[in-house]
C-alpha cells in the first residue's frame, strides 16, 4: 500500500513549526554534484554483502496485468495448499508461520507494483487494467484467514509450544492474534456468524463510501453574495452559469473552501457549510447507523468492550481508553490558546459587522483565520517561490540526507521508464558502500496519473529462503509545478515541506532490516507510521536547513529573508488551537461513535456526534449531519486521533535533532533514527523502538510547546 500522506489531514493545512531553541551548526552540507553509477556494479556489490537488488519489471500491457494477477493468486494458493497439506507431526516454524509471511511477500509486492501502475500509467487501459487486478486479488485474499486447512496446520505448531524470541516470537504471537481477530479459534458456529457479519459490513462500507463519492450538491450565488471570493476564481469555466449567477458545488473541497476562507458575509459562509454538513445524509445516516452496530457486534463476539478496542488493539495505542484520554488532555490543555484565538476572531469579527456582541460561529473561523494572516502577519507565501527551484530543492534535500543517515545516492538508468523524465537513484551505507536500495522519482504532473504525493513501496525488504536479503525498493510520486519555458520548476514553501515528509517515507522503506515482509519498512502501526515524516517537515521550517539549499533562482546570493520565515512561522501558529481543537472533536466523536454506539441506541448517531462536534469545536449548524460525509468512518474507523497522535511523537522525536550539537544536521541522532526507528520498523514494539531512539521516555511537552500551549 502506498503511504498517502498529504491530502489525508482532510481539508486542513499541515501546520508543524520549527521548535526555537536551535544549535550551532559547525558545518552545513554544501550541496554537491549527485554522482552517477552503474546499476550493475550497485548490484554486483550487493552480492558480496549477501543482498539482493532486483529491479521491478513492471507490465506494460493489459494482458500483462491480468497474467500477474492469475499468477499470484495460483501462486498464493500453492504457498496455502502446501501448508494446508502438513501433517501434525511435520511442522515448524518455517513451514507454517513463516511461509504464511512468504505468501503474504509475494501477494504484497505484486500489488504494490500494480498499485503503481494504476496510478502512474500512461496508458489509461493499463491503468484500468491494474485498477482491477488489484480488486481481484483483493477478493481472493480475504478468503486466506478462513482456510482451515492452514490454520489447523498453524494451530498444530503452537500446540508444540514454540520457545521462540524476538522477531520470530513477535510474527508468531501476531500470525495467531490475526486469526483470533478474524474469529477463527471460537466455536464453528460463531465463526461462521463473524464471516457473515464482516462480508455485511464490507458490502455497507462500500455503500457508504459510493454515497460519499457521488453526492453533489450545486449552490447558486449571486455576485455580491461572493464579495471577497477572488475574481480569477469565479472566472473559471463552469462557475459563471448565468447572468449574476453563480454556481458552486458544495461537495467540491477547493470551491468550499475558497467560500469559507473568503466570503465576506457571513449568510454566504454558513449557507455553504450548512449544505456541506448534509451531503449524503438521507443516504448515508441510515447506512452509518447498520455499520456501527455491525462493528460493535463484531466486537463484541469476538471478546473486545467495543469496536474502537478492537480496532486499536493492533495500533500504537493499543486502547480506546488510551486515546480517549490522550484527545482530552490535548482538549484541556489548549483550552486557553483556542480562547485566545477566538476573541482575536471575534475582534476582527467587530471591526468588520460593527457589532459590539458579535460572537464567532463555526463558519467565521476559516476566515477570520485568513484574514488574521493576510493583515497581522502580511504572508505572502507566493513570494518564497523563487527560492525554491526543485533542482536546488531536491540537491539539497539530499545532501542533508545522506549527512544524517550516513547514506550516499547514486543516479542510475533504469531499464525501464513508464515516464521520459523518471529517475533512478541507488542508496548504500556511506561508510561500508553496502547497497541498500533503489528510489525511483516520478515528480510533476500530467494527465490520468495520481493527483497527489505519496511514497510507494514496490519491493518490500525481506530475509529470503535463500538466506539473501532482499533489499527494497520504491517510487516517491509526486506533483510538483512543472518547469516552465522561462523558469525552472518553482516549488511553493509548502511543496518543500512535502518533499521533506515524503522523503521520510522512502527511507522508512529503503533502510529497513526487518527480516518479515510483515514488519519491514512502512508496515508500522497506521497511528506510528507518518510519525517520522511528520518530524522530517521541521527540516523545511529551520533557516539553516533552508540556507543550505534555498536561494533565489535568479540571483543565488540571495537568501530566504528570515523576517519573511518567521512571519510565516507566526501565522501559523495563530491559528493552532483552533486547528487542533476542530481536529481532536472529530478524533474524539469517531471514538464516541465507536465505544458508545449499540443496537440499542443506533438512532443517536447524529445527536452524540453533533454533540461533541460542538462541544469541543464550536457548535455545528443546526439540523446538519456532519458525520455523514466523514470518509475517514469506513477505512480508519477509530482512527481519526491517529493525526494528533502521530503529531505528538513526531514533536518529540524532533527533540532528538533540535538539542543536539548539529541540531537538525546531526548525524549521531540521524544515525540512531535510522537504527532505531528505520532498520527496526515492526519487527519491535514501536514504543519501544521510539524510547530507544529518544533514550528516555516519551514526552507530551514538546507538542504542547509546538502549538503553543503554555505549561499547566
Ligand atoms: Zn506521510
Not at 455553504?272 to 451531503?279: E, F, I, S
Amino acid at each position: 500500500m502506498p503511504v498517502v500522506c498529504t491530502g489525508m489531514r482532510w481539508q486542513l493545512i499541515p501546520i508543524l513549526i520549527a521548535a526555537s531553541f536551535l544549535t550551532a551548526c559547525s558545518t552545513i552540507p554544501k550541496p554537491k554534484p549527485i554522482p552517477t553509477g552503474s546499476l550493475e556494479q550497485f548490484q554486483r556489490r550487493a552480492e558480496k554483502f549477501n543482498e539482493i537488488v532486483t529491479v521491478p519489471t513492471f507490465e506494460t500491457t493489459t494482458n500483462e496485468v491480468a497474467a500477474t494477477a492469475d499468477k499470484v493468486i495460483a501462486s498464493g494458493n500453492a504457498g496455502l495448499d502446501r501448508i494446508g497439506a502438513l501433517k501434525p507431526g511435520e511442522v515448524n516454524f518455517t513451514n507454517t508461520i513463516r511461509a504464511l509471511d512468504d505468501v503474504g511477500y509475494i501477494i504484497q509486492c505484486a500489488e504494490n507494483r500494480l498499485e503503481l501502475i494504476d496510478q502512474t500509467s500512461t496508458n489509461a487501459d493499463v491503468r484500468d487494467a491494474a485498477g482491477d487486478a488489484i480488486k481481484k486479488i483483493d477478493q481472493w485474499s480475504v478468503g486466506i484467514d478462513y482456510r482451515q486447512d492452514v490454520y489447523a496446520a498453524v494451530k498444530a505448531y503452537a500446540a508444540t509450544q514454540p520457545q521462540l524470541q524476538g522477531e520470530d516470537k513477535k510474527l508468531f504471537d501476531e500470525t495467531l492474534r490475526d486469526y483470533r481477530r478474524a474469529g477463527l479459534n471460537l466455536p464453528k458456529d460463531q465463526q461462521d456468524e463473524v464471516e457473515k457479519l464482516r462480508q455485511q459490513l464490507t458490502a455497507l462500507e462500500t455503500d457508504f463510501d459510493n454515497n460519499v463519492t457521488k453526492a453533489t450538491q450545486p449552490l447558486k450565488f449571486t455576485k455580491a453574495e461572493l464579495e471577497g471570493v477572488p475574481e480569477d476564481f469565479l472566472e473559471q469555466q463552469g462557475i459563471e452559469t448565468g447572468p449574476d449567477e453563480y454556481t458552486l458545488m458544495a461537495n467540491i473541497t477547493f470551491h468550499y473552501l475558497m467560500v469559507e476562507e473568503n466570503a465576506k458575509l457571513e449568510e454566504t459562509r454558513k449557507r455553504m457549510m450548512v449544505v456541506r454538513c448534509n451531503l449524503a445524509r438521507e443516504d448515508n445516516i441510515p447506512v452509518l447507523k447498520k455499520i456501527l452496530v455491525l462493528r460493535d457486534e463484531i466486537a463484541h463476539k469476538l471478546g473486545y468492550a467495543s469496536y474502537a478496542d478492537y480496532a486499536t488493539e493492533i495500533r500504537m495505542v493499543k486502547n480506546a481508553a488510551t486515546a480517549i484520554a490522550f484527545e482530552r488532555k490535548l482538549e484541556a490543555g489548549l483550552q486557553p490558546k483556542f480562547d485566545k484565538e477566538l476573541e482575536e476572531f471575534r475582534q476582527l469579527k467587530i471591526k468588520e459587522t460593527g457589532d459590539t456582541n458579535t460572537t464567532i460561529h463555526i463558519w467565521d473561523t476559516s476566515y477570520f483565520g485568513n484574514e488574521l494572516k493576510k493583515t497581522k502577519y502580511n504572508v505572502d507565501e507566493e513570494q518564497l517561490r523563487v527560492y525554491f527551484p526543485y533542482q536546488r530543492v531536491l540537491k539539497g534535500l539530499f545532501a542533508i540526507y545522506q549527512r544524517i543517515f550516513g547514506l550516499k545516492f547514486e543516479r542510475v538508468v533504469p531499464p525501464y521508464k513508464w515516464i521520459g523524465g523518471l529517475q533512478l537513484y541507488a542508496v548504500s551505507d556511506a561508510k561500508t558502500g553496502e547497497p541498500l536500495g533503489l528510489f525511483y522519482l516520478d515528480m510533476f504532473p500530467r494527465e490520468g496519473k495520481y493527483n497527489h504525493f505519496a511514497e510507494f513501496g514496490i519491493t518490500e525488504g525481506k530475509l529470503l529462503e535463500n538466506g539473501k536479503y532482499q533489499r527494497p525498493v520504491c517510487a516517491l510520486v509526486c506533483n510538483f509545478p512543472p518547469p516552465q519555458p522561462d523558469k525552472p520548476s518553482l516549488m511553493s514553501h509548502e511543496d518543500v515541506v512535502t518533499i521533506f515528509h515524503e522523503f521520510g517515507h522512502a527511507m522508512h522503506t529503503i533502510l529497513t532490516r526487518a527480516r518479515y515482509s510483515r514488519f519491514s519498512g512502512t508496515s508500522v502501526p497506521t497511528d506510528f507510521v507518518e510519525a517520522p515524516s511528520q518530524m522530517l517537515e521541521n527540516w523545511a521550517w529551520d533557516k539553516k536547513v533552508l540556507d543550505s539549499f534555498a536561494a533565489d533562482y535568479r540571483d543565488p546570493t540571495k537568501k530566504i529573508p528570515e523576517d519573511v520565515l518567521n512571519q510565516l512561522k507566526a501565522s501559523r501558529l495563530a491559528t493552532e488551537g483552533t486547528f487542533y481543537r476542530r481536529q481532536l472533536s472529530f478524533g474524539l466523536a469517531d471514538l464516541a461513535l465507536h465505544t458508545q454506539i449499540h443496537a440499542t441506541n443506533a438512532d443517536d448517531v447524529v445527536p452524540l456526534s453533533n454533540k461533541i462536534l460542538s462541544e469541543v469545536s464550536l457548535p455545528v449548524p443546526t439540523n446538519t449531519a456532519f458525520v455523514a460525509y466523514f470518509g475517514h468512518l469506513t477505512g480508519y474507523g477509530a482512527g481519526y486521533y491517529g493525526y494528533a497522535w502521530a503529531d505528538a511523537i513526531a514533536a518529540d522525536m524532533a527533540t532528538a535533532f533540535e538539542r543536539a550539537p548539529d541540531g537538525f544536521f546531526d548525524k549521531m541522532a540521524g544515525m540512531r533514527m535510522r537504527k532505531e526507528i528505520y532498520e527496526v520498523g515492526d519487527s519491535r514494539d514501536v514504543n519501544i523502538s521510539i524510547e530507544k531512539f529518544l533514550g528516555r521516555p516519551r514526552s507530551l511537552d514538546p507538542f504542547l510547546k509546538k502549538i503553543g500551549v503554555e505549561k499547566q
